[in-house]
């Protein structure tokens, strides 16, 4: 009997090796790439199984917010509802998505304990999972963009590759925070509790509920919040504005680094992340 | 893509794991810790536990090992570290070949899904692609006998239902190296038998079986050689014959 499958295993130690598992384990993990997908969907399915609107009940009372939020804040605010409700729309859609891979990332590795600990299945095929499930998830919530935005009339003027850009900065810098926030609470248990505080805590900080140009003089308090960053290369794009272009070079720069410490920290846990379950 | 005969090479493996107590997985215990004391590094994280020291294995295709030994003895973290999931500390793996554990049936079955689902769910963490889960999809079905129950949630079957189930997800797979902890005996008589069929089937086709028992009759049934564990040390791989003499030894 021939086979080409080849597993093996050494007890070698030594950086190199350790970074050259660690590319291993990203690689294979992009070659099933499918599989990360299917767990992914098959998580959207059953969370929301025997419920008739599914993922859609988020979807609902994101709109619900949006629209309080909106109606409230642009009172208090003295600001026009043209322009305050699609601002808050997509703050909370797109803050939603950050929000939900930096949570959710916590969990990545403790709930796949079970196959983790008795398959030789890529880790990276769980933070992926993570990712994909938050866009499925993201996809739905996506509808309240669209009506608000065709609504106000921003559709004429807005800017989709833009925006899709942005996304994938989005995107990119959540992951690595997840999957370290991840490897983080595998070890430690303490941490999911922390990431929700400082994630709730960001919600309030970031502009999502009121426009930064009310902040006047103080602009420091978005220059060293790397969540407006994010949700600004999003939002700015599909309101028809442009977002700075040192928003794009701050991103890339905390998506480089976040992904080097990320990777860093995962070359050096990898093989113990099972232990930690 | 090189041919290789399927085998299994285990030369002086060591594997030995950092136990986080409840204490040492909080965070303040931990920085209390790196903070305060100069406790050495080894009581700094975890407490660690040698759960196998120099074993060393060599199986070819054919061979069928039998695992003995008491609780805690290493048998499961032995098979384990073969189905790539625990990496050695010291030592190597080497298996040529596809691997099957069956360490834990009821691995990824999800109660609220139905029958269906979750054998598509099984048979993609076990490395099938979507299309040769459809097309195994019938057969699978068939050999579960759980007919129009199949798309009814598994939370509804009885065990012995849920049971057969992942049974026959688990066992669909096309594998040269097989690992059971614990022969699998489920379900009412007519589905052991066919149960019991399918695996002789699966042991031959697999090439490799390591099973890990404390029944030595079944052992004896399915084995052709046999390896005792003892703390985490290995006796050499010898043959089913010469159990009895291993046993006293």
């Known amino acids: ?277 | 893509m090189s041919g290789h005969p399927v085998s299994i090479t285990v030369s002086g493996l060591c594997i030995r794991f950092p136990v986080y107590g409840v204490d040492a997985k909080s965070l303040k215990k931990h920085l209390a810790r790196t903070v305060g004391g100069r406790l050495g590094p080894s009581q700094a994280g975890a407490t660690e536990v040698t759960a196998l020291s120099n074993v060393s294995l060599e199986l070819r295709a054919g061979d069928r090992l039998g695992l003995i030994g008491h609780n805690g003895s290493g048998k499961t973290t032995l098979l384990r570290a073969l189905s790539g999931a625990y990496e050695p500390d010291e030592g190597t793996i080497d298996v040529h070949g596809r691997i099957a554990a069956l360490l834990d049936l009821n691995l990824g079955v999800d109660p609220a899904a139905n029958g269906y689902d979750n054998i598509r769910l099984r048979g993609r963490i076990a490395g099938l692609t979507a299309r040769e889960i459809d097309a195994r999809l019938d057969e699978i079905a068939e050999f579960t006998g759980l007919g129009p129950f199949l798309a009814m949630p598994v939370k509804t079957y009885s065990a012995g239902m849920q049971a057969r189930l992942a049974f026959a997800a688990a066992t669909a797979v096309e594998a040269d190296v097989l690992l059971m902890d614990e022969w699998i005996a489920v379900g009412d008589a007519d589905f052991q038998k066919l149960a019991h069929k399918r695996l002789l089937n699966l042991v031959e086709r697999a090439g490799i079986l390591v099973l890990a028992s404390h029944e030595l009759d079944l052992l004896r049934l399915y084995c052709n050689k046999v390896m005792r564990l003892e703390g985490g040390v290995a006796s050499p791989v010898t043959d089913i014959r010469k159990l009895d003499e291993l046993l006293a030894a």
């Open chain 1, 1 to 277: 009997m021939d086979t080409a499958t080849h597993m093996l295993r050494t007890g070698q130690r030594g950086a190199l090796f350790q970074l050259n598992m660690a590319l291993r384990d990203l690689r294979s993990s992009l070659e099933r790439i499918g599989l990360a997908w299917s767990l992914a969907s098959h998580d959207i399915v059953s969370r929301y199984r025997g419920s008739i609107l599914g993922p859609f009940w988020i979807t609902i009372s994101m709109g619900l917010m949006v629209l309080g939020i909106g109606l409230l804040n642009a009172r208090l605010f003295n600001a026009s509802l043209h322009e305050f409700i699609p601002f808050v729309a997509l703050g909370i859609v797109f803050f939603g998505t950050i929000n939900g891979i930096i949570n959710e990332g916590c969990e990545t590795f403790v709930h796949a304990a079970g196959m983790l600990s008795q398959t030789s299945l890529p880790m990276f095929t769980f933070v992926w999972r993570t990712v994909f499930r938050n866009l499925i998830n993201l996809a739905h919530n996506v509808v309240i963009v669209v009506i608000v935005l065709i609504w106000f009339g921003y559709w004429r003027n807005m800017n989709i590759p833009v925006a899709v850009l942005g996304l994938v900065f989005l995107v990119a810098n959540a992951a690595w925070a997840g999957m370290l926030a991840g490897i983080a609470s595998a070890r430690f248990r303490d941490v999911p509790q922390i990431v929700i505080s400082v994630m709730q805590f960001a919600i309030f900080m970031t502009p999502i509920f009121w426009e930064p140009a009310r902040l006047g003089t103080s602009r420091i308090f978005l220059s060293v919040n790397p969540f407006y960053y994010m949700v600004e290369a999003v939002r700015a794009p599909m309101m028809g504005a442009n977002a700075t272009p040192h928003t794009y070079s701050i991103l890339a720069l905390m998506a480089l680094g976040g992904w080097a410490v990320t990777f860093g920290v995962f070359t050096r846990t990898r093989r113990r992340i099972v232990h930690y379950l």
